[in-house]
């Protein structure tokens, strides 16, 4: 097995261990979230509700992680591994695009369990604030706090939304040029000074014939 292909097979097998860990977090996103409501439901102070956004942040985040990686993954295959027999990412690519239904266009399915919860807190800790004029700096500091942490969630899902793989097939065809002008580089270097060197050893020898030839014989 060459090593081009041993290259191939490691990176589609870390492509599936990334997408088992990106469904793990979302099952432990779903267990938390189904565990914690039952305990936070009849709380009054809405410290608790706002302290969901705080384990759905890192969550999101480490998600959204393992997605980058392996739409990085993919391009990096379909740059560097594909020819014109095999374009399995290329082709996967075009029929996603062709075919992906309208609400997986506005943004991938993988983000939904992370918005969802977010919504979730944020009406929770609506429905359990008591609405008065009266209201105390902690009730003040926690408002402002739920809905910065509901703002980010959301700012990270308008941002990331779209995680494609062709967003990064650019990026290492860059690279892949970046390698063939090196490449190229060295090639013509290499070139250009080779007579120089073979016109360097030549007179190096013919030096040492003629320092062989002038030297007294023995007696």
């Known amino acids: 097995m060459n090593k081009e292909k041993e290259e191939y097979i490691s990176l589609r097998q870390e492509i599936v261990e990334l997408?088992?860990?990106?469904?793990?977090?979302?099952?432990?996103?779903?267990?938390?979230l189904a565990t914690y409501l039952c305990f936070v439901f009849n709380k009054e102070d809405t410290i608790y509700a706002l302290s969901?956004?705080?384990?759905?942040?890192?969550?999101y985040?480490?998600?959204?992680?393992?997605?980058?990686?392996?739409?990085?993954?993919?391009?990096?295959?379909s740059v560097f591994h594909e020819n014109e027999k095999n374009k399995w990412e290329t082709r996967l690519i075009n029929y996603k695009n062709l075919n992906a239904p309208s609400i997986f266009k506005?943004?991938?399915?993988?983000?939904?369990?992370?918005?969802?919860?977010?919504?979730?807190?944020?009406?929770?800790?609506?429905?359990?604030?008591?609405?008065?004029?009266?209201?105390?700096?902690?009730?003040?500091?926690?408002?402002?706090?739920?809905?910065?942490?509901?703002?980010?969630?959301?700012?990270?899902?308008?941002k990331h939304r779209k995680i494609q793989v062709e967003d990064y097939v650019k990026e290492w065809k860059n690279i892949k040029q970046q390698e063939i002008n090196?490449?190229?580089?060295?090639?013509?270097?290499?070139?250009?000074?080779?007579?120089?060197?073979?016109?360097?050893?030549?007179?190096?020898?013919?030096?040492?014939?003629?320092?062989?030839?002038q030297r007294p014989p023995f007696d």
């Not at 997408?19 to 938390?32: E, M, Q």
């Not at 993988?110 to 604030?129: D, M, R, Y």
């Open 182 to 213: 090196a490449n190229q580089e060295q090639y013509e270097k290499f070139i250009k000074e080779m007579p120089q060197k073979i016109k360097e050893e030549l007179i190096a020898q013919a030096q040492n014939e003629k320092q062989r030839t």
């Open 106 to 158: 506005f943004f991938s399915a993988k983000h939904f369990p992370f918005v969802f919860a977010n919504c979730i807190g944020l009406i929770l800790f609506i429905c359990n604030t008591r609405w008065n004029a009266n209201a105390t700096c902690y009730d003040i500091v926690k408002i402002v706090v739920e809905l910065l942490l509901f703002l980010l969630i959301m700012y990270i899902f308008v």
């Open 19 to 32: 997408c088992s860990a990106a469904d793990r977090i979302i099952n432990i996103l779903y267990l938390f």
């Open 52 to 59: 969901i956004h705080i384990v759905i942040l890192p969550l």
């Open 61 to 77: 985040l480490l998600a959204i992680d393992r997605r980058i990686a392996t739409c990085k993954i993919s391009a990096y295959i």
